[in-house]
């Protein structure tokens, strides 16, 4: 297997000068109301930027918030900003359990969560479930693909234990594969993990990993808001009994040398995936809210702020 998406070293500062040159540039557009941090930079090399921008509601900014970065700032951010107006902003912290949010520019807002009890309870269910179900989507390709996209990887590994605890689960082998995964994050920019170590290290917890899914949907099924959706333009979700997944298409060989940020772009455009999965689509009214927000959210976006990402489910539909 092949590693691309390797780990920069970079220090705090750098981030905080990125952040700081953002939120300049943003702070000046009239519509903007606010920008949060959410979370933090536990390993500064490996750890992204999440910045959240509210805007006044029905305001359109079309502009690429990115557009003037550098190269350390994409590098930095590595996706887009999240943009939502007021009102959607306010109505996300109802459905998601975001934390850590710092006020960088402008007015304070109420960040509290005010879904009750039973609410949080299937929701954080539904958050967890989707987040497993999407990682596996995501090593699914990187197997097929035979290419490890490692900082996207510790990214993904750091954030299982809180699923696991969404879920009150503690699948001990799989535990000890994430915790080693964690101490390969922890210690990749130190110069003390190899290649081979990583290697050797995804494909024992590929395997456990696709059997601890195979077993928690034979007692959960994610809801979803159809039976039957894509994704991504190649990659189609679907009901099915157990967990499984198919692939038609071909991979270029390490031979053709294609560079490591077109790599995944190129195959994407030869390779189609179906993924099976147990879904259901009678949702509580709390998770039927959650899609129809997810819905409304993601066409407000495309009209209004086209360059900003969507707090919302991490198995949105491809549209």
């Known amino acids: 297997m092949r ?3 390797i780990p920069q070293k970079f220090n705090e500062d750098a981030y905080y000068k990125v952040m700081d040159k953002q939120v300049e540039v943003l702070s000046k557009v009239k519509g903007v109301k606010s920008i949060y941090q959410i979370g933090g930079l536990s390993t500064p090399g490996i750890s992204d930027i999440d910045l959240v921008v509210v805007f006044e509601d029905d305001f359109t900014y079309d502009l690429n918030p990115r557009s003037n970065n550098s190269d350390i700032g994409n590098y930095l951010f590595t996706h887009g900003l999240y943009g939502a107006s007021e009102t959607h902003f306010k109505s996300c912290l ?14 304070d807002i109420d ?7 039973s609410d949080q309870s299937l929701l954080k269910e539904q958050i967890a479930l989707e987040f497993l179900f999407k990682m596996y989507v995501n090593l699914v390709v990187q197997k097929a693909y035979k290419t490890i996209k490692l900082r996207s990887l510790f990214l993904h590994i750091k954030a299982l234990p809180y699923d696991f605890e969404f879920l009150n689960i503690h699948p001990e082998g799989l535990i000890e594969l994430v915790d080693q995964g964690i101490y390969l994050r922890n210690n990749w920019l130190e110069g003390k993990v190899s290649k081979k170590d990583i290697k050797e290290w995804f494909n024992q917890f590929f395997k456990a990993y696709e059997l601890f899914l195979v077993s928690l949907f034979n007692d959960y099924s994610i809801y979803a808001p159809a039976l039957n959706f894509k994704i991504a333009p190649n990659i189609e979700i679907n009901n099915a009994n157990t967990l499984d997944f198919s692939k038609k298409g071909f991979v270029i060989p390490d031979a053709f040398n294609v560079l490591d940020k077109k790599y995944f772009k190129v195959l994407n455009r030869l390779n189609d995936f179906r993924v099976d999965v147990p879904l259901k689509v009678d ?3 709390i998770i039927d809210a959650y899609f129809k927000y997810a819905d409304q959210v993601g066409d407000y976006n495309r009209k209004h702020l086209p360059y900003f990402m969507t707090l919302t489910s991490s198995l949105k539909v491809y549209k």
Do not use: E, S
């Open 94 to 107: 109802k459905f998601t359990f975001f934390h850590n949010f710092r006020l960088l520019y402008g007015q």
């Open 111 to 117: 960040l509290k969560n005010h879904t009750k009890g």
């Open 283 to 285: 949702a509580p009214n």
């Open 3 to 5: 590693i691309v998406d």
